[in-house]
C-alpha cells in the first residue's frame, strides 16, 4: 500500500514560515505528480501547490503566489512546502497527495490517488 507521511506543521504567528515535509517509504515520490492541499473548518478541500516529475514544473494557488514554494528532493524520497509571511488565513489541515499523469486541473483533488494523514498549520498570535 503507497503511504504518504506529512511532518511540520505547528503553531506560528502571522509573517512567520512553516516548511512542511511529504514523505513516502513505500514507493518512489519522483515517478508522481505530488500536490498539497488544505482544508480549513467549514471549507471545502483546496490545492495550494502540486509538483510534476520530470522538470519538476510547479503549480501554486493564487493566494499563495509568492509566499509558498514547492520542491523536491529525490534523494530524500522528500516533498517540501515552504511556506512564508504566513496569515491567519492560512490556518487548515494541510494533506499531500500523490497521483500519476492524468489530464485535468492540478488542483481537482479528484485525480489524486494517494492522501496523507494530514498536518495541522496555525496561523495565530
Known amino acids: 500500500q503507497l503511504q504518504l507521511v506529512e511532518s511540520g506543521g505547528g503553531l506560528v504567528q502571522p509573517g512567520g514560515s512553516l516548511r512542511l515535509s511529504c514523505a513516502a517509504s513505500?514507493?518512489?515520490?519522483?515517478?508522481?505528480?505530488i500536490g498539497w492541499f488544505r482544508q480549513a473548518p467549514g471549507k471545502e478541500r483546496e490545492g495550494v501547490s502540486c509538483?510534476?516529475?520530470?522538470?519538476?514544473?510547479?503549480n501554486y494557488a493564487d493566494s499563495v503566489k509568492g509566499r509558498f514554494t514547492i520542491s523536491r528532493d529525490n534523494a530524500k524520497n522528500t516533498v517540501y512546502l515552504q511556506m512564508n509571511s504566513l496569515k491567519p488565513e492560512d490556518t487548515a489541515v494541510y494533506y499531500c497527495a500523490a497521483r500519476q499523469f492524468r489530464a485535468g486541473s492540478w488542483s481537482d483533488s479528484r485525480l489524486y490517488d494517494y492522501w496523507g494523514q494530514g498536518t495541522q498549520v496555525t496561523v495565530s498570535s
Open positions: 513505500t514507493f518512489t515520490l519522483e515517478y508522481y505528480f
Open positions: 509538483i510534476g516529475t520530470i522538470g519538476g514544473s510547479t
